[in-house]
């Protein structure tokens, strides 16, 4: 077999038992919430947003039906344990896809974490979680730091390890618990819940699996959404989570839906795949709206897709294998299936990338 690319063999998904409604905040503070955006700088200010381009208006006019929900619509979203560290809810996922992979362990010769949320701020989680799957020696293992677009990026190196030969079979694992930095009165507590997801993909001949990708830097979004200390460097006081300039932010929310498209156009175009081709369109879900104005930008009309931020918010660098397992566990994600994807991480790193679903050996 000319194995020259990578394919998904399996999935795994761990979500925390604990459902968190948001009927879960007290009155009071979602009062205050809503104090707070009626004094939004931003609020009556649109109009020369919406003469930017056909992306920015339709985003604007979804964000305008939810400008009454507080909660951005998301019902619930899953919350972990507090004793419950990133790395094991990462090893349950990998568990996971190993066995729907029906591999052994010992045949992964490659593991990238991606930890929106890593058990300490200095050794990635990929350690840690070799040790504990069991994985044998010379497998390569490594953190990837890239936020939301961290799946993105380990496809990439899978891709490109594959290619040299030294790998055959990688094990990608994401997760997300970020939402434990943000104080319950935060505004934007609700949208984010915790997760951890896993990727088996192995080695496929040439036509199968991965058929294109397009990734983008753009360090003019970088000082949005930041964790660390807004006075001054990270460990000068508690990390928390803060945005850095409103400006940049708001026009990264009003603008994410047109990158997304543009990036995923781009993936497709390196693909020789046309957009109304796409069988199954997943993206970042950072907004209930994100998926569908990006895909009606995209062209991509026949695509299917299973958006999990109304029960989950959004779970990071997990956001995308998570509406893909959904996708192939509710039976509308098959084997043949042409499936288009594009992430963004804050700082931002951007990506979009094609492959034909189910073709792993």
């Known amino acids: 077999m000319n194995e020259t690319s990578i394919a998904i063999r399996s999935i795994g998904v761990h979500l925390p038992d604990e459902r968190r409604p948001n009927s879960w905040w007290r009155e009071d503070i979602v009062a205050g919430w809503r104090d707070r955006r009626r004094q939004n ?152 819940g915790d997760a951890a997801t896993a990727v088996v993909v192995r080695a496929c001949k040439q036509g199968d699996g991965l058929l294109g990708m397009y990734h983008v830097t753009d360090g003019s979004q970088y000082d949005s959404l930041q964790v660390g200390n807004p006075n001054g460097h990270w460990f000068d006081a508690v990390p928390q989570i803060y945005v850095g300039d409103k400006a940049v932010s708001r026009r990264v929310a009003v603008e994410l839906a047109e990158m997304i498209a543009r990036i995923g156009l781009s993936a497709l175009k390196n693909a020789g795949v046309r957009p109304e081709d796409v069988d199954f369109l997943a993206t970042h879900q950072g907004a209930g709206w994100l998926r569908s104005c990006a895909q009606q930008l995209m062209g991509a009309t026949n695509a299917k897709h299973s958006d999990t931020f109304p029960w989950t918010g959004t779970v990071g660098p997990s956001n995308v294998p998570l509406c893909l397992a959904m996708g192939e566990r509710e039976g509308i994600l098959k084997t043949g299936d042409i499936v288009a994807a594009c992430t963004g991480g804050a700082g931002a790193t951007l990506a979009g990338w094609v492959l034909r679903w189910g073709t792993a050996p």
């Open 41 to 192: 700088p931003f609020r009556g200010k649109q109009e020369d947003e919406v003469s930017r381009s056909p992306g920015t208006r339709f985003a604007l006019e979804a964000m305008s039906k939810l400008e009454d929900d507080l909660f951005f619509g998301v019902k619930e979203r899953p919350i972990r344990p507090t004793s419950m560290r990133s790395s094991e809810m990462e090893v349950a996922a990998a568990r996971e896809a190993i066995t729907r992979a029906q591999i052994d362990p010992q045949e992964i010769d490659l593991l990238l974490t991606t930890s929106q949320g890593p058990d300490t701020l200095l050794v990635a989680n990929a350690a840690l979680v070799h040790k504990r799957l069991g994985l044998k020696e010379d497998c390569i293992s490594t953190g990837i730091d890239a936020v939301c677009n961290g799946f993105s990026q380990q496809l990439l190196f899978a891709d490109a390890l594959v290619r040299t030969g030294k790998v055959r079979t990688a094990l990608l694992v994401q997760s997300s618990i970020v939402r434990a930095v943000f104080k319950p009165n935060d505004p934007m507590s609700p949208l984010f």
